[in-house]
C-alpha cells in the first residue's frame, strides 16, 4: 500500500521515530505503525495533520507515485495557515539552534565557575536566555497547536 510506505519513509526523511510522530499527531505509536504496514489508514483529519507535520500535501501523502514538477501556484489548497505553521516550524527550529549554542555557553560556563573564575552573574545570566528560550520554543509549540 502506497500510503504506508510514504508514512514510513517521510517519517524518516524528517528524523523521526513512530513514537515522536504519534506524540505530535496526538495518536499511540501502535497506531503509526499499524499505517505504516498498511494494516489501518489514518482518518481524513489524521491524514491532514500528518501531512501538514511532514510538511507536504495530502496529495503527495497518499500518492502511489512521486509528485513532480507541480507548479508553485498548484498549492492553493495549503492556504495561510500552512503558510503559517511553515513559518513557525522554522522559527522553532532556529529556537532549538540558538538553544544548542547558548546551552553549549552555558555548560562551559558551569565547568569554568566550579574553579571560581566566572563570576556568578555571568552564569545566572546564560541561565536566564536558556530560560527565555524554553519559553518561546513551548509559546511556538501552544501557537502551532491552535
Known sequence: MAL??????L???????????????YVSRQT???WESGVRCPDLITAKKLAMELDISLD???????????????YFWRGPEWEKKRKLKEYK??????????????????IFQMKREVPIWCTLMVG???GVIWL????????MGE
Open 60 to 74: 503527495e501523502l497518499i500518492s502511489d507515485e512521486e509528485v513532480k514538477n507541480i507548479p508553485e501556484n498548484m
Open 32 to 34: 503509526v505503525s499499524r
Open 136 to 143: 518561546l520554543i513551548f509559546a511556538v509549540d501552544r501557537k
Open 128 to 130: 536566564g536566555i536558556v
Open 11 to 25: 517519517r524518516e526523511k524528517a528524523n523521526l521515530t513512530q513514537q515522536q510522530l504519534a506524540e505530535r499527531l
Open 93 to 110: 527550529k532556529g529556537l532549538y539552534r540558538l538553544l544548542d549554542v547558548v546551552s553549549s555557553i552555558f555548560l562551559v560556563f558551569m
Open 4 to 9: 504506508g510506505e510514504n508514512i514510513r519513509k
